[in-house]
């Protein structure tokens, strides 16, 4: 059918690239793009002879938008499938412009200086797509892009108007460390030392950083605290979802993780004001990045389950309604199935998902759009096919 580029080689993109190529119907060529080639080859070597996609492999700076338009240019992809960090966000889109390709992607962009992340930047982008017939898709992970499309789901099956909705991020999986991140070390800290947020009645409500603690029983999984935060996507929920009144996100961590943090927090580790150290100028949470067990390596160590989905509230015949969309995922099974723990694997999967909807044009419009803002139904029939089955509960206990 067609040719993905994929950019990024880390976590993420190693469980989509495995995807890639159990999905060589689809993806009958790949090229694997990023700054250590040598992570590229090496993932070439281990799938070759196992799939029927053409992979070739290319080093390249994303941050370099004429090096990277060149290497669009020439390798020829319908669509690029960034799995860089969300940095690049923005010069990966205009490399995209530039060389006539489709763009996807799993996170936001955020400036590197700041650690804010809002749509406001890509959004601006969607006047160039729409004139360049090209379909930027945003946000295309679990959290946001499943639980966006689960929103997408409840409201065209479910209800006729959902006020309120509850995202629930439980991962339940145990590395035996006491202290190391599921994801690259700097985007996860950033994300959970920010202050918390969470849309009520139109407006933003902000909170400081792990101040609203609920106790939520698992489906599978059983008790764990869990703390409010501030999430992508209850931006563009915010905005797609009529009648909404509330929008909130809650994530569980350990009491470890927490200890740790916030004594990393105390002595200055986790910042991202540049210091100068013996005449070179670092910047703490990329020199604390460094000293962390890398995510990858936590794959074979890790396990337990996640659990993630949305609970919803609302309308349906003028009844008030509630329902759970949710999935679990187990860190072992992940790990036995493409050498990676579930976190990777629920983000790389709908990675996939969506390259693939946009390539096969059942997701295609020129435009910048979040997920919640195509149909679902092709999308949730994909989850369960290619590893992330979704299961609903009627009457799901709240988070009060
Ligand atoms: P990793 O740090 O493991 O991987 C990032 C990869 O990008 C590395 O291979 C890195 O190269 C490469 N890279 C970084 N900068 C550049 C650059 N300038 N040019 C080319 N390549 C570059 O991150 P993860 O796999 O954990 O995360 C990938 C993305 O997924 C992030 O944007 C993250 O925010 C997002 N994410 C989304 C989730 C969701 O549910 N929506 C959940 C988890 C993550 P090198 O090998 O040289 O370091």
Redesign the pocket.
């Known amino acids: 059918m067609g040719k993905v580029m994929v950019?990024?080689?880390?976590?993420?993109?190693?469980v989509a690239i495995h995807k890639i190529c159990q999905n060589d119907e689809v993806f009958t060529e790949l090229c694997i793009?990023?700054?250590?080639v040598s992570?590229c080859d090496a993932l070439k070597e281990k799938l070759e002879g196992s799939t029927k996609t053409k992979i070739t492999t290319a080093q390249?700076?994303?941050?370099?938008v004429e090096a990277l338009t060149a290497l669009i240019k020439k390798e020829k992809p319908e669509a690029v499938l960034?799995?860089?960090?969300?940095?690049?966000d923005l010069t990966i889109m205009d490399a995209c412009l530039a060389a006539g390709a489709h763009y996807i992607?799993?996170?936001n962009y955020e400036p590197e200086d700041t650690a804010k992340f809002e749509y406001k930047w890509q959004w601006a982008y969607r006047e160039k797509f729409e004139k360049a017939g090209l379909t930027a898709l945003l946000?295309?992970?679990?959290?946001?892009?499943?639980t966006s499309v689960f929103s997408a789901y409840a409201l065209k099956h479910y209800f006729d108007e959902i006020n309120y909705i509850d995202i629930l991020d439980c991962n339940a999986g145990d590395h035996g460390y006491p202290f190391a991140t599921n994801?690259?070390p700097?985007?996860n800290i950033r994300e959970v030392s920010a202050k918390g947020s969470y849309w009520e009645d139109g407006h933003w409500v902000e909170t400081e950083p792990m101040e609203i603690k609920r106790v939520y029983n698992f489906p599978e999984i059983g008790e764990k605290d869990m703390y409010l935060l501030h999430h992508e996507e209850i931006e563009s929920l915010a905005l797609n979802i009529p009648g909404i009144k509330r929008i909130r996100f809650f994530m569980t961590f350990g009491e470890s993780y927490l200890n740790h943090l916030r004594c990393l927090e105390d002595v200055g580790m986790t910042s991202i004001e540049p210091i100068m150290y013996e005449g070179k100028e670092i910047v703490p949470l990329q020199f604390l990045k460094a000293v962390l067990p890398d995510?990858?390596s936590l794959g074979p160590r890790t396990k337990g389950k996640t659990n993630i989905g949305c609970i919803f509230v609302g309308k349906k015949d003028g009844q008030e309604k509630k329902l759970y969309i949710y999935n679990t995922c187990d860190h072992q099974e992940c790990y036995k199935e493409v050498g990676s723990q579930a976190?990777?694997y629920?983000?790389g999967v709908?990675?996939m998902i969506g390259a693939m909807m946009v390539m096969t044009g059942t997701w295609q419009k020129p435009g910048v759009y979040n997920m919640e803002e195509f149909d679902p139904d092709p999308f949730m029939d994909a989850l369960n096919k290619w590893g992330l089955p979704w299961k609903i509960s009627e009457n799901p206990e709240l988070v009060v």
Do not use: H, M, W
């Not at 950019?7 to 190693?14: E, N, Q, T």
């Not at 390249?60 to 370099?64: I, K, S, Y």
């Not at 960034?82 to 690049?88: D, E, F, R, V």
């Open positions: 950019i990024g080689c880390g976590g993420v993109a190693s793009a990023s700054r250590t992570k390249v700076d994303a941050d370099d960034n799995l860089a960090l969300p940095y690049q992607d799993t996170a946000g295309s992970g679990f959290d946001p892009g499943v994801f690259n700097e985007i995510p990858s976190v990777a629920t983000t709908p990675a």
